[in-house]
């Protein structure tokens, strides 16, 4: 047995290589000749008690996109996944953190206790950068008086993105159009000084929408590579003054302050404007939506490291919890399949701006979220 010491959550120790291959072929004579475990429309894994593959049918393998079978003995489902956390633990799969927020290691524990379960699991790849949501089917397994986990993984991450797309355009864009045509709707009983109000509301309504729109289709393409960003020079003094200004007319700014940090700098740099915006918009959104009445909203700007970075900071405080899922796909503290905003804050920097978005919370300090950028694109 290989120990390894090292584990933040799940148990960190490794079968031996003889271990594996003794359990790779107890397990294939287990399963035997008839190939009926290909036969599952899913990717169906077999794991030891460490977590480790002994089995994999041959949808796993192409899910997988591995170039062979025997190569993914032994590895545990993350490592194979190619998730980010994966490698942070020179355990592995299951052991930082992070890993005690993931649905897969949980089902994976409870069927090795000999229970059933069904969990949702999100993760980021490494290499790729692409984000997955898999669901996570664990099951307890008997061979030969060894107990294994019949472990079988389904993409789902096409179907989230269509929950949250009809969150997004069957409530917030639908509640943003109803409150245009109110509007549109009365403006023939209106005299001119009301009718050039009501003008006001509906173009300040009129504008969100499209914001939202342009939002929700610069994100599609930025998952499927398709998106082009298109660099001009920026002050990111008047830049980030004018985004705070907009943001503090924002509805969820109201009965809250929204200022800029004294100390802030004016620096030059290059970048997308339009995606800028979109990730530090939705820092001060997010920061808006966490605050309480009468409390503040500071963002701020300066030049550090010869790069130019930003930061948004609300007195809230981030349960650990949270702090562990808060940039996945698909999460978000705001109820059912509404999590974007933090995941495409750094989708964008990271795979469009060359930057690098992180946060900080503490209960005496609350949150500070951080993007800093290059001053020039390479």
């Known amino acids: 047995m290989v120990t390894f010491c090292y584990t933040e959550f799940a148990p960190a120790e490794r079968s031996s290589p003889a271990e594996i291959a003794a359990q790779v072929r107890r397990v294939a004579e287990f399963v035997g000749q008839s190939g009926i475990l290909d036969m599952v429309p899913e990717a169906l894994l077999i794991l030891n008690q460490n977590r480790q593959i002994v089995f994999a ?120 159009a109803s409150g245009i045509f109110s509007f549109a709707e009365i ?19 009129s504008t969100r929408l499209i914001d939202e729109i342009n939002s929700q289709r610069d994100l599609m393409k930025a998952e499927n590579h398709e998106l082009t960003a298109n660099y001009k020079e920026v002050d990111s003094l008047s830049f980030i003054t004018d985004l705070t200004a907009l943001y503090s007319k924002n509805d969820v700014a109201k009965g809250k302050n929204v200022v800029m940090a004294p100390d802030s700098q004016l620096v030059t740099f290059t970048t997308d404007p339009v995606l800028l915006a979109r990730v530090l918009g939705n820092m001060l959104k997010n920061a808006l939506e966490s605050t309480g009445p009468g409390e503040t909203v500071t963002s701020s700007c300066r030049k550090i490291d010869n790069k130019v970075q930003f930061s948004v900071h609300n007195p809230c405080f981030i349960s650990q919890e949270i702090q562990l899922q808060i940039f996945l796909r698909s999460f978000s503290t705001k109820g059912a399949n509404r999590g974007l905003g933090t995941y495409s804050m750094r989708l964008l920097s990271e795979r469009y701006l060359q930057g690098k978005v992180w946060f900080t919370s503490s209960k005496e300090d609350g949150t500070r979220f951080y993007a800093s950028y290059p001053l020039s694109i390479q």
């Open 187 to 205: 403006l023939g009983e209106l005299d001119a000084a009301e009718i050039k109000e009501f003008q006001g509301h509906i173009y300040k309504l």
């Open 57 to 176: 049918n041959n949808n796993a393998i192409q899910l997988l996109e591995s170039d062979e079978e025997n190569t993914i003995y032994g590895l545990r489902p993350g490592e194979l996944l190619d998730c980010t956390h994966a490698s942070e633990s020179t355990s592995g799969c299951g052991t930082t953190k992070f890993c005690s927020a993931c649905g897969a290691v949980k089902a994976i524990q409870s069927s090795l206790s000999g229970a059933e379960a069904i969990e949702e699991c999100r993760l980021n790849q490494k290499k790729s950068g692409n984000a997955l949501d898999l669901r996570a089917w664990a099951f307890p397994l008997k061979v030969a008086e060894q107990l294994f986990s019949l472990f079988v993984i389904t993409d789902i991450s096409d179907e989230k993105r269509r929950r949250i797309l009809e969150r997004i355009f069957f409530h917030d864009i639908l509640n943003t």
